[in-house]
């Protein structure tokens, strides 16, 4: 294994879902297609795929950030929906989620001990 690459969230509304994941992640689109958009952040991908029948829980990729609280806030105040508040998971590690517009979820993580 060599680490995360991609993230892809299925959406409904794929170019409504393009402009608020820009302003979420604050980036463009490198790669914007009617099947797929995708986004370079810091290295990662993330992509989005046009589909109305994927909802849930079913997988979390935490978007590592350096102040959780107010990237937390900043995501509810674009209209997402609190998942999980900001806790502390041992030491000084935060992790904290949100549901999207399309109900994906976003994990946000504060982690000072990993290094790339």
Known sequence: MLGLRTTIYKVGDIS????W????????PYF???YYVGFNIKGYELG???DDSVKGDNVISYWGVED?????KRLIDLGAIKHEVP???G???MVASVYDPWNNIIGLIYNPY???
């Open 16 to 19: 409504e879902a393009k402009t």
């Open 91 to 93: 030491g000084e590690l």
């Open 68 to 72: 959780i609280q107010e990237e937390y």
């Open 114 to 116: 990993f290094k790339l």
């Open 87 to 89: 806790t502390n998971v």
């Open 21 to 28: 994941y820009a302003k979420a992640f604050k980036t463009e």
């Open 48 to 50: 989005l795929q046009p």
């Open 32 to 34: 914007d297609e009617p």
